[in-house]
Each structure stands twice: as structure tokens, then as C-alpha cells.
Nanobody
Framework: QVRLVESGGGLVQAGESLRLACVVL?????????LAWHRQAPGKQREMVAD???????NYTDSVKGRFTISRDNAKNTVYLQMNRLKPEDTAIYYC???????WGQGIQVTVSS
């Protein structure tokens, strides 16, 4: 069963921006759950880059603080990750995650060239 649908990845140059979106198909789960974005770069462990509580409290890993913004739109059951001033080290597959039910998105590629 498809639970999450991600979009918005692509290939950009360093310094540019992308916005990822993740639609959570179960609205009830969306509204009560913390939501997260993870990424996995080649040869690296998967890491959480940002999450947001149901009360809109965000959290970021240090490497993206000040550059990335996580937000949620409860009317659209969508969580976003706005990624600004992208760096080559941001290159990874990005995954939406709903920890409460351990739902994962399909993954979307973000590639940042030097």
C-alpha cells in the first residue's frame, strides 16, 4: 500500500533551492503525528534532517540549520522541506517518514552539483 507520495526533487547547482513535498494519504495519521524528513547519501547512513511535531515545533540537524525549513499544511495533509543554499553534501535520496506508524515515502533524489 502506498502511504506517502513524495515530489519535488531534482538536480540543481550549489546555492540554489528546492522544495520537497510529501502527501500523507491517511489524514488522521497526518494530523496527530510528528513528521520527518530523512536522507541517505551514497556510502552514508540514513540520517534525519528535520522533523516537525503536530504542534508545528521544528527540529533540524546541525548541517541544515538556517538553510532548510520544514513545514506542514494540515489542510493538504502535506509536509514540506524547503531547502535553500544547497550544497553538494546535501546530495542524497530524501525520504518522508511518519514515525508513529513507521511509514516511509518512496524516496526522491536531490543532486547538488558544484
Amino acid at each position: 500500500q502506498v502511504r506517502l507520495v513524495e515530489s519535488g526533487g531534482g538536480l540543481v547547482q550549489a546555492g540554489e533551492s528546492l522544495r520537497l513535498a510529501c502527501v500523507v494519504l491517511d489524514g488522521a495519521i497526518f494530523r496527530i503525528s510528528r513528521l520527518a524528513w530523512h536522507r541517505q547519501a551514497p556510502g552514508k547512513q540514513r540520517e534525519m534532517v528535520a522533523d516537525i511535531t503536530g504542534g508545528d515545533i521544528p527540529n533540524y540537524t546541525d548541517s541544515v540549520k538556517g538553510r532548510f525549513t520544514i513545514s506542514r499544511d494540515n489542510a493538504k495533509n502535506t509536509v514540506y522541506l524547503q531547502m535553500n543554499r544547497l550544497k553538494p553534501e546535501d546530495t542524497a535520496i530524501y525520504y518522508c517518514h511518519v514515525p508513529l506508524v513507521d511509514y516511509w515515502g518512496q524516496g526522491i533524489q536531490v543532486t547538488v552539483s558544484s
